[in-house]
């Protein structure tokens, strides 16, 4: 009886665990598809105020 009950529960922590490793799998995919997105927006951005002559093209240091 209790060999039953392990099994069972074990079995259980490897489900949760593959469920938990498919939820990674799939945020990590998101947030590299809206980092690049994202990315590819802001270089947009500068292209279009670099070209109207409105900022440069290198970054400048905040200042304090």
Do not use: H, W
């Amino acid at each position: 009886m209790r060999i039953q009950k392990a099994r069972k529960s074990g079995q259980s922590l490897v489900e949760y665990g593959l469920v938990l490793a498919l939820i990674a799998i799939v945020a990590i995919l998101v947030v590299k598809a809206v980092g690049t997105k994202t990315t590819s927006t802001f270089d947009n951005v500068q292209t279009q105020m670099t070209s109207q002559g409105v900022a440069t093209t290198s970054p400048t240091a905040a200042s304090s």
